[in-house]
């Protein structure tokens, strides 16, 4: 397989949180997008990590994704050992993204930024002839990260306005997360916003990014590189 822009996350439901509507966006110009959650999110307090897969597959239909895998590393103490380096590079290397979506490098949870970490040195190993004789070796092109989670000024936002909604079902696929079978009490309740939470908030947040670039709807990246541009006359977003 050969995909154009893979993402890879800690929990299952971050990707739809963080790129979801990039990702949708992507496919929906013809581009082969894929999914890879590091861990089924057996440490949440709601649902089962069959659950959680199952909910995955529904959402990654909604995203419109040719792919999803879930390596099913232990979640809540995700670490960057040479086992999963290597696991995971061997993985890229099947899947041979030219764009490889990454958690932003700092954050509140662990997972978060141990995922980015753990994705950033796998696609360097992936690139490595000798690192295993059954893998062609392959490093991807470009490495952006998604921080809507963290509070950062971003390099780039992409404008989701007709990609919002499709994002919004792919996520309430949780059902297990954000069901509003759960009511208001019982085990986790408080933990997890349900339905009309979610909604308001990930759509102020989209709705702050957006206007950033003067659109209804963005998601955030960040990139370590320099952005080349070409032609100074047709930049978007309006200065004055
Ligand atoms: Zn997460």
């Known amino acids: 397989m050969s995909l154009d822009v893979l993402a890879i996350a800690a929990h299952p439901d971050d990707i739809e949180q963080t790129c979801g509507g990039t990702l949708i966006r992507m496919a929906e110009m013809g581009y082969r997008t894929g999914a890879l959650d590091l861990t089924a999110g057996d440490m949440g307090t709601r649902g089962t990590p069959e659950q959680r897969l199952t909910e995955a ?10 792919w999803r895998g879930n390596l099913r590393f232990p979640d809540a103490r995700l ?4 086992s999963a380096r290597m696991t995971l590079a061997v993985k890229i290397r099947e899947l041979r993204p030219r764009v490889v979506i990454l958690p932003y490098w700092e954050g509140r949870h662990p ?11 796998a696609c360097f190993l992936a690139g490595l002839k000798k690192l295993d004789e059954y893998s062609a070796p392959h490093r991807p092109y470009k490495v952006i990260y998604a921080s809507l989670y963290a509070n950062v000024s971003p390099s780039f936002v992409v404008d989701i306005s007709a990609q919002f909604e499709a994002r919004m079902a792919a996520l309430l696929s949780y059902q297990s997360q954000y069901g509003a079978q759960y009511g208001t009490e019982g085990e986790g309740s408080g933990l997890f916003p349900q339905e009309q939470e979610i909604r308001e908030r990930l759509g102020a947040i989209a709705r702050f990014y957006g206007n950033l670039i003067g ?5 955030p990246f960040v990139v370590k590189e320099t952005i080349q541009v070409d032609d100074i006359v047709n930049m978007g977003v309006r200065s004055i």
């Open 111 to 121: 997972d978060h930024y141990r995922a980015s970490e753990l994705g950033y040195e």
């Open 79 to 82: 670490e960057n050992t040479l």
């Open 57 to 66: 597959e529904v959402a990654g239909r909604h995203m419109r994704l040719q």
């Open 215 to 219: 659109v209804k709807y963005g998601e």
